[in-house]
């Protein structure tokens, strides 16, 4: 067996991306893809647990974006706050959730605050019940402090900012 650290296995999803200088930003990068799969199946089954089988990833986040704080929120508050730049897509959601009666919405003025409903909280209460018991019971035998994960999460918005620029920057080229 090789001492060169270099000699180990890269755990990475495309060999082609982890060649020469930085290659560990490519395990990053698979890190990413398989817990964002690993999270969005979770929010499913999660809500399908708490009581709701037809929604999308998407529309969890919109539910529980809405849901945030008690206070209505506009297309472009939910678009900015979860980072999503194709408003369609939430606008879509949106509809969705108004049509199986998980949110309210008013318009005030030329802009539309959307809230949730007695049955979308309920049913956020039902999803964070089915959290607390699959999901945090858990998390405990991660042996990492409070503290630990909120650094992880500090680089993770951090990381996003870095893709937003370099994103940024491939338009322009």
């Known amino acids: 067996m090789s001492k060169n650290p270099d000699a180990k296995r890269r755990i990475v999803s495309s060999r082609h991306l982890a060649d020469g200088e930085n290659w ?7 890190g990413m893809i398989i817990a964002y799969n690993a999270f969005s199946r979770w929010m499913t089954r999660c809500m399908s647990a708490a009581g709701n089988v037809d929604m999308t990833p998407l529309e969890i986040l919109v539910l529980h974006n809405c849901n945030h704080r008690g206070r209505g929120k506009r297309l472009a ?27 309210t919405s008013e318009k ?10 007695k049955a979308g909280e309920e049913l956020c209460d039902a999803y964070r019940d089915v959290r607390s018991r ?23 918005r951090a ?15």
């Open 24 to 30: 560990e930003s490519s395990e990053i990068e698979y």
């Open 77 to 103: 508050d939910i678009c900015f706050l979860l980072n999503i730049e194709d408003t369609h897509t939430v606008n879509y959601a949106l509809r969705k959730l108004l049509k199986m009666e998980l949110l």
């Open 108 to 117: 005030r003025g030329k802009e539309v605050f959307y809230s949730v409903s």
């Open 134 to 156: 699959c999901f945090l019971d858990g998390l405990s035998r991660l042996d990492m402090t409070g503290e630990e994960m909120r650094e992880i999460a500090a680089s993770l």
């Open 159 to 173: 990381l996003s900012g870095q893709y937003d620029q370099a994103g940024r920057a491939a338009s322009s080229l």
